[in-house]
């Protein structure tokens, strides 16, 4: 997939890679999303897909927290308070650990509500505020909304394919 370059592909990117992600991620019996059987974020872990759903649950309120405190006027703590750019194997271990003990069909649930407030944003911003000016650093906010939605999105799906293919 291209890199979005406008508020309507990054829309179309979030759509298109989340629906397939979550039919498939639905597909699952909950019985099964429990199992540590999927490579972790961390080089030689493993985790469960409830785990690969905190994760994604995970970036997605930290997006919506960025946006949060942006309008707010307050920094933004990227990637998260403690964590720095180069500790995001860390984060993802924090993630598990944040949304332990949630049902998978509520991790889901969770992860719907997070990506359409998201989308929602999205469609109430303009392309200039999404795509002509840095919002983090050199990174617009598209981009930013783009590298912790769709593109984890995307990997996600791989990685749950190649889980499928392989139980």
Known sequence: MTVPQNKDQLLDAINSTFDRLIEDLNSIPAQRAMERTLEGHVKGTRMSLCDLVAYLVGWNELVLKWIDRSAAGQPIDYPDTGFKGNELGQLAQKFYRDYEGIAYGH???R????KGR???FIQNQSNADLY???WHDRWTLGRMIQFNTSSPYANARKRLRRWLNNF
């Open 132 to 134: 002509e000016h840095p």
């Open 111 to 114: 992860l719907c509500v997070a």
């Open 107 to 109: 991790l889901l649930e």
């Open 118 to 120: 998201i989308v929602s």
